[in-house]
């Protein structure tokens, strides 16, 4: 059997970490476990668990505060849309961020193709996801044309915002972050450290 016999995957799952395949085959995929998130990083699929509640419960409260931004404040209209779980296209492959945001588009964005312009990761224990949101993802989003990029960090009980690969901002706890590209919002981090406290308390 030659290579080009071979035909392309079109259902992918834990079993398939470390298989390789083009950009075009990852976007190609119609059928996938939704138990498990996906990447693709130098034609390399990495397969990992979903976040935990830590991350995934003040992830949907921010969803909510955005949305209530969106819909109620008088400049609520800079923010175009927002997602968890969303792709975005980076020189690597596929990266994977925990929350987007579209803004200054003043239209309903094309998905697939405008770049977010905030990307959001929330910090789990791991060691190498910590690498990897701090180091890896601050170059790729940057290079994919993210303007901001927001690592929330329940453990430092910090914000870290990178605009671009240069300039970084770190928020404290007690701080309260806005920023240009969504005039009037305001980010309580205290606000989203309690609910990552309450849900993994013991």
Known sequence: MSIADISP?????PDSNGMLMTVEEFDAVEEWDDRYRYE????????TPPAGIGERS???????????????????????????????TAP????????????GLGRVPDYDND?????????????RDRKRDYIE??????????REYWIIDRFR??????????????????????????????LH???LLEISDRVTAK
């Open 58 to 88: 003040p992830n949907d409260v921010l969803g909510h505060w955005l949305r209530s931004y969106q819909e109620s404040h008088p400049q609520g209209s800079h923010l175009d849309d927002t997602a968890p779980e969303h792709n975005i």
């Open 157 to 186: 009980r910090s914000m870290t915002v990178f605009c671009g690969t240069e300039t970084e901002h770190v928020i404290r706890e007690s701080d309260t972050y806005t920023t240009e590209l969504l005039l009037g919002f305001e």
């Open 137 to 146: 993802k601050r170059q790729e989003y940057a290079a994919a044309g993210v």
């Open 189 to 191: 981090l205290s606000r």
């Open 40 to 47: 693709l990083v130098h034609g390399v699929l990495i397969v």
């Open 9 to 13: 995957p079109t259902s992918i799952g």
């Open 92 to 103: 690597s492959g596929r990266r994977r961020a925990d929350r987007v945001i579209w803004a």
């Open 115 to 127: 770049v977010p312009a905030i990307a959001i990761e929330f910090v789990s224990s791991s060691s």
